[in-house]
């Protein structure tokens, strides 16, 4: 019988910290004898014939632990009805596949162990948990790996941007990543004092639409300016395009490609160019006479290195992994609580009746929230008067208004 092995793959987009991931595993099961395998590509070399494979020794581990992006190529592929390669774990003596990623990763992984275990083959899979975007529920409300040194190059990108501004007086409409939750905007908005933050949280009581969005935009330069304050920087969420209508996308005049399931690729514009060519255009109806300019935060804060905070949870993380497969543990995510208390997190334990993963949202109307909105810039009704020099209808830019709108 042949050495027997591990074998690690990455699924999905970068995020800081897989490296670390990656390093830790590696270091752990090169301790106890095993071959260390890293598998290029994704769930796409599980199904190649020749897959590219990378066998880690400790020097290699030693030199990639603090690095940003991943050492193993990354891949978005989905398997369908693809052979499997079997003997990619048969002649390797797989005992543990280690899957990076995000939920479609670990059900992805849980069902080629499932199909391995028909056919005979019995091996272990645990999956570390990653999304920059911060909206997986983990217990403890822990956040998951990537998410604060995503956070802290945006910050570093928006506080720039912010001392542009205030050094040129005039604004700047940003939009940064995060698909389905505000964590990122929210986090950095925040701590770069940002006078307006637009995250799809806020609209728990109102439809997103682009008007409104705009408005929100406007109505804080508005309330700047009556504070003889002629600079800003807007930060919207991503996530506020993904929970827009197609109705409200074809309004934009942007051409969209389209992928395979007929939805629009928002990958491939920029939401803030967008974003900001809107607010220009409301502003010249206006007569209002604001300078902006776009800027977006997206493949920038991917592989950025991980900050002290993901280089300690990527750390344990990884040991881990070590952990729950001595204990036998299988089918299963690794999580650390704030006391770095090691505990596995099946699917089933955050799957709804549908089998579906609810995403992890910004509680707006938690403490923290409230406390930072109050941060914010915008017009109130005790602003309509001053208002009044820049619009006509002061309380159609009331920020308060617009998002308890029918």
Not at 136 to 152: E, I, Q, V, W, Y
Not at 171 to 195: E, K, Q
Not at 314 to 339: H, I, P, Q, W, Y
Request: with cysteine.
């Amino acid at each position: 019988m042949s050495q027997k092995s591990i074998l690690i793959l990455c699924g999905g987009g970068p995020a800081p910290g897989i490296n670390t991931v990656i390093s830790t595993v590696a270091k752990a099961f090169l301790k106890d004898n095993y071959r260390v395998l890293g598998l290029h590509e994704g769930f796409k070399g599980i199904f190649d014939e020749n897959p590219q494979i990378k066998e880690f020794d400790f020097f290699h581990a030693d030199r990639i632990f603090s690095r940003g992006g991943s050492t193993l190529i990354m891949s978005r592929f989905k398997p369908k009805n693809e052979k499997l390669n079997t003997n990619l774990f048969i002649d390797n003596n797989v005992k543990l596949l280690v899957s990076i990623g995000g939920d479609d990763t670990a059900s992805t992984a849980n069902r080629i162990t499932g199909y391995l275990e028909k056919e005979g083959i019995s091996i272990a899979n645990i999956h570390v948990p990653k999304t920059i975007d911060n909206d997986l529920p983990l217990p403890d409300r822990n956040p998951t790996f990537g998410f604060h040194s995503a956070k802290d190059e945006g910050v570093r990108i928006g506080n720039t941007t912010y001392e542009d501004a205030r050094t040129s007086q005039n604004w700047f409409v940003m939009s940064t990543m995060g698909r389905s939750a505000g964590h990122l905007a929210f986090g950095i908005a925040a701590s770069c004092h940002f006078p307006m933050m637009i995250i799809p949280e806020m609209f728990d009581r109102t439809a997103i639409t682009f008007d409104k969005v705009v408005r929100m935009v406007i109505s804080s330069m508005i309330k700047r300016k009556i504070e003889n304050i002629h600079y800003g920087v807007a930060l919207i969420s991503e996530g506020v395009f993904h929970n827009m209508p197609d109705s409200e996308l074809k309004k934009c005049d942007i051409n969209f490609t389209y992928d395979d399931h007929g939805h629009p690729e928002l990958g491939n514009v920029s939401k803030a160019h967008i974003f900001n060519m809107l607010v220009q255009k409301k502003l010249k109806e206006l007569g209002i006479d604001i300078k902006s300019r776009p800027v977006e935060l997206g493949y920038e804060l991917r592989c950025c290195r991980p900050i002290g905070f993901d280089l300690t949870l990527c750390t344990v993380l990884g040991l881990g992994v070590k952990k729950l497969f001595d204990e036998g543990k299988s089918g299963c995510m690794v999580t650390a609580n704030s006391r770095g208390e090691i505990t596995p997190l099946f699917l089933s334990d955050i799957q709804d009746e549908n089998g579906k993963i609810a995403p992890r949202l910004v509680n707006i109307n938690s403490e923290l929230a409230e406390l930072c909105f109050q941060n914010l810039f915008y017009v109130g009704e005790d602003d309509y008067e001053d208002a009044k020099k820049y619009v006509d209808n002061p309380s159609d830019y009331d920020f308060n208004k617009i998002l308890t709108e029918k």
